[in-house]
């Protein structure tokens, strides 16, 4: 067990829609990232928050959004759904905001179906 | 370099056998590289990290191998064990960036 909390695990949901994804971080982690995986691909890195605030972005669609709060949790908006949003959605957490000497653990991830 | 859609490579070993993982990275600035384990239907698990002023460095049944001219990155298994099933990736950081360049991933597979 990571100390890293993912919620749901599973979400089924149609075309069109928007769903929330949330993640809790390790107990003292600042940092959140958030990735996507398709099925039998490697991972995507979306977005990174840091104690509130957005470090860094990756390959993140318009149509997805994330916020960090101030209790240090987060959450993963994705809306007007396609159905190559079908993914696994990881959440990670590291201590520092940095990638030097900061291991990430990761979440057990959302699995999202798109039908 | 990232993760670009692409469908995994396979590498299969006989158990008991060593293994080896490649990963070519992308950054000639990149001073830290990370090899994650990821097991099905899991999250992925950090296993082994190596700094650039470093070629080697051993773990527990495992040994990373740096190769800075030719920007490659190796994971040797020793004694591979059906536990060992997983798709490992490597990640890059790129000194100018705070987030880790990930590779594709390799999909180990243990034969009996």
């Known amino acids: 067990d990571s100390g890293v909390t993912q919620t749901p695990k599973h979400l089924i949901t149609a075309t069109g829609q928007r769903v929330t994804l949330r993640c809790s971080p390790r107990?003292?982690?600042?940092?959140v990232y958030w990735y996507q995986q398709s099925l039998d691909q490697g991972l995507q890195f979306l977005i990174q928050?840091?104690?509130?605030?957005?470090?860094a972005k990756g390959n993140i669609l318009e149509r997805f959004s994330a916020q960090q709060f101030p209790d240090l949790h987060s959450e993963l908006n994705l809306s007007s759904l396609e159905l190559g949003d079908s993914a696994l959605y990881f959440c990670?957490?590291?201590?520092?905001?940095?990638?030097?000497?900061?291991?990430?653990?990761f979440g057990p991830g959302t699995r999202l179906t798109v039908l | 370099g990232e993760s670009v859609g692409l469908h995994l490579p396979t590498l299969s070993v006989q158990e008991g056998d060593n293994s080896i993982i490649n990963c070519a990275y992308s950054?000639?600035?990149?001073?830290?590289f990370i090899w994650y384990k990821q097991e099905s239907g899991k999250g992925p698990q950090f296993i082994i990290d190596?700094?650039?002023n470093m070629d080697k460095r051993q773990g527990q049944r495992v040994t990373v191998l740096l190769n800075k001219t030719v920007k490659h990155l190796s994971l040797q298994i020793a004694a591979t064990q059906p536990g060992d099933s997983a798709v490992y990736f490597c990640a890059e950081n790129p000194d100018s960036n705070y987030q880790l360049i990930w590779g594709a991933g390799t999909k180990l597979i243990i034969k009996p």
């Open positions: 990670a957490s590291s201590a520092g905001g940095g990638s030097l000497d900061n291991e990430q653990f």
């Open positions: 190596i700094r650039s």
């Open positions: 950054n000639s600035a990149s001073d830290y």
């Open positions: 107990s003292g982690d600042l940092s």
């Open positions: 928050y840091y104690n509130g605030e957005e470090r």
